[in-house]
C-alpha cells in the first residue's frame, strides 16, 4: 500500500539526515538564585467522594485527603525560556466560543488561566486521574447538590482592570455559568440540559444545583479543559468575550499573557504569585508557531526550540531516540484519535449494510503494523486501556465482532445486497492541517475499500473550510473522535441533541440517547460500566463511526529540559509550570 512505501520512504530519509550539530545556546538570562527545596507538586485526591443515596440525605460525605505527588529528583533552577511547538497560531482566544475542541487554543488559555480540575499528574504520566486544581475538595451535600470549596489565597495577574485580587467563589461562579448558559461550551448538551444554577455560597464555596443525579458532572462538566476555565468579571464583562488577549486574558494561571505574533508565536512572562509555591521555574515560555514538521526537527536540534510535545509520527521518534541530545517519551493517544464519520441520515450511509461493508473492508490489523509502524493500539471502538469502558473485541460476540473484523467477501455481499453491485461512489472530506498518520491512513482506506468497490473522492481541505464543512458533508469525514474522558466521547459524539460540530455523523437513535442519559446519571459504577458496554456494542453494530487505530502520541524533548512528564498534552500548564533548563 503507499501508506507501507510513504512510512518506510520518510524513516530512510530521516535517518539519512543524521544528527545536527551541536546546539548552540541561547541567550543568557538572569536566573533567580537555586531553589534548595523543590516545591510541594499538584495535590491529588486519595478517596473520591461519594454521592449520597438518592433521594437527598443530610449525612455528610467524607472529604477527600489531599496528598503531595512525587517530589521532583533534581533541584530546579529558575529562569530561562521555554520554547514549545504548536501548528497553527490560534485560530481564536475566547474558549467558549470554539464550538469544536482546538488544542491551538485550549493550549493558550490553560497556561493563562486556572482550571478547576485536571487530570494530568506528572507523577502518573499516561494514566489520567482526575486531580483538584483550584478546587480544595468537593462533596454532592444531596443526590443534586454539588458544592466544591475553593483554595483560598489564589490571585490573579497583576493587570488591569484586575490588579491581582484574590479570586473568590463569584468569579468562579461567573465563569462556570458563562461556560454553561451565556456561550455554551459546544460539547456537552448533556450537562447544560442536567443544570439548574450555579451560584457563590460564600467567598471560597461554589454550589451547583442539578434537576436530576448528574453522576458525570465534575467529569464531563467540570473538569472541561476547552473552556472551563475561572474569569475575572471585569476584564470580560465591558467586551462581551475573552477574544482579545491583551485586554481579556487575565487569569491565575502559572503564565500571564504579553504577546502575539501571527503565525510565529505567543509569549507568556511568569506569574509571580502562583498559588503553587514555587511554581513556575521558567521566566518565559514561547508557544512557537511550525506547520512543517521537517522545521519543527531542524528546530529541535539545534536547540532552538525545547520540546515538541506532541503528534511526533512513530518514524520520526523512532530518529529522535538515537540522537543524544533528544529524549523520547510516549503515550497512546487518548485525546483525539482517528476516526471515520458517516453522515448516516441520507444515502447512500443511512443504510446500515453499506455502512458495515465499509466497517468490514477495513484492514486495521494492517492499518496498525505499516501505518503507525506498531506503535499504537486498536480495539473494536478504541482501546481499552484509553477508555476505562472499553469493550474488547471478545466482549462484542461473534456476531457484532465480524462487523469490526477484515471480511472483504462479505462486504461485497452486503453492498450487492444494498443495490451496489457494480460499486459505490462517494466523497470524503479531510483537513491538510492532519498529516502523518492521517495522510496515510486515508490513502490506505481508499485502496482498501477499492477492492470492495468503493469508489472514494478524497478532498483535502483547508483546515476552516474543512471545520465548516461538518454541517454539510455528502458522505464521509476523516476526523479526530474526542475522548477527553470516560462520558464525554458518548454526550458529545453520539448523542442526538449534539450540534454537527460534535454528532459529525448525524445519529439520531433513541436507544443510544436513552443509554447515554442512563450512563449519566448512575451513580454505581459497575451499572455504569454494565450500561456503557450496551452502549458500545450498539453504536458497533450499527456503524455510527469506523474507528482507526490509535497511534501513540509521542513528544520529543532536549535533555537539557528536566521536569517534563508525558500526559495528556491539552493541559499545557500543568506540565510546563514544571519545566526548567539545566544549563
Partial sequence: MKAIRFAGLLLLVLVACGPAATPTAPPATTARPTATVAPTSVVAATATPQRPPPGGGATPQPTPTLAPTAVAAATPKYG?????????????????RIKTSAHDVSSQHNLNFSLLFTTYDAALGCKNVLT??????????????????????VRFHDKRPVNGREMTAADVA?????????????????IIQQVAKVEAADPYTVRVVTKAPLSVLVETGLANKHGMVVLAPEAVEPYGNWEDPYRSYIGTGPFTFKDYQAGVKVVYERHPKYFKTGLPYADRVEHMVMPDLSTQMAALRSGKVSLLQRKVPAAVAMVLEKEPDIEVQSCPDKSAPGEIFLRTNQPPLNDVRVRRALSMAV????????????RGEMGPLWPASTHPWGVTFDELG????????????????????????????????????????????????MDMWG????????????????????????????????????????????????????NR?????????????????????????????????????????????????HAAIRKEVKGYKFGDPWFTGAWLERLWVDK
Fill in 80 to 96: 530561562g525560556t521555554i520554547r514549545y511547538v504548536e501548528w497553527d497560531s490560534p485560530r481564536g482566544w475566547d474558549g467558549h
Fill in 132 to 153: 483538584p486544581n483550584l478546587v480544595e475538595n468537593w462533596k454532592w451535600a444531596s443526590d443534586t447538590v454539588f458544592e466544591m470549596k475553593l483554595r483560598q489565597g
Fill in 174 to 190: 461567573y465563569s462556570i455559568n458563562r461556560a454553561l448558559f451565556v456561550e455554551p461550551l459546544g460539547g456537552i448538551p448533556i
Fill in 363 to 374: 484492514d486495521r490489523k494492517a492499518l496498525l503494523d505499516t501505518v503507525l509502524l506498531g
Fill in 398 to 445: 461473534p456476531e457484532v465482532r465480524r462487523i469490526v473484523e477484515y471480511h472483504p467477501d462479505e462486504a461485497r455481499r452486503l453492498l450487492a445486497e444494498a443495490g451496489y453491485a457494480n460499486g459505490l461512489d462517494v466523497s470524503m472530506n479531510a483537513s491538510v492541517r492532519y498529516t502523518t498518520p492521517y495522510r496515510e491512513y486515508a490513502e490506505a482506506l
Fill in 451 to 502: 477492492k470492495v468497490g468503493v469508489r472514494v473522492k478524497l478532498e483535502w481541505m483547508a483546515h476552516p473550510a474543512y471545520l465548516a464543512s461538518f454541517t454539510n458533508y455528502p458522505h464521509l469525514l476523516l476526523g479526530l473522535m474526542v475522548t477527553d474522558d470516560r462520558f464525554l466521547r458518548y454526550g458529545r459524539s453520539y448523542y442526538s441533541a449534539s450540534p454537527p460540530s460534535d
Fill in 505 to 553: 455523523s448525524r445519529i439520531n437513535d433513541p436507544e443510544v440517547d436513552d443509554l447515554i442519559q442512563r450512563i449519566g446519571a448512575e451513580v454505581d459504577e459497575a451499572k455504569a460500566k454494565a450500561l456503557a458496554k450496551q452502549l458500545e456494542a450498539r453504536l458497533v453494530e450499527q456503524v455510527y463511526g469506523i474507528n482507526l487505530p490509535v497511534a501513540n502520541d
